[in-house]
């Protein structure tokens, strides 16, 4: 349960940018603890929980590769519980904006989302690689 609370934390600070409170987090270690009794640890989710600077790179490879990947369904679990949250959820919500700046900020979220699907397919080989040989 403690991994799953630490797991939270980075899962939160990548989706949203802030550390969740304990309730939340308990909260996420419990779902985890029903939806996945079954499911082992992937060898992504293994490397997405060692170095949290590869998760948005391997989120993003998941996305393309794997969508069905261990990752990926914590991650959204994670947003699910903090999207509900009213603590969080402005954070979610539609915010008013002159077209030039939402124009701007995609092009800059599509620049950004290439240059993680790049790195994270490299990253991604090469622990299904290393992974293999265990």
Known sequence: MNDELREFRVFSH???????????????AKACSTL???EPSSAILSAARRMPALLGPLDAACGLL???NGLRKRLLLAAAILETTTTHADFFLPRNQPRLLIAAATMW??????LKVTAG??????????????
């Not at 990548?14 to 996420?28: D, H, K, M, N």
């Open 14 to 28: 990548y989706l949203i940018g802030v550390r969740p409170s304990r309730t939340l987090a308990e909260r996420y």
């Open 36 to 38: 996945f009794q079954d």
């Open 66 to 68: 794997s969508p069905d």
């Open 109 to 114: 979220h599509g620049v950004r989302a290439v």
């Open 121 to 134: 397919i490299a990253c991604y080989s090469v622990i299904a690689v290393f992974s293999k040989g265990r």
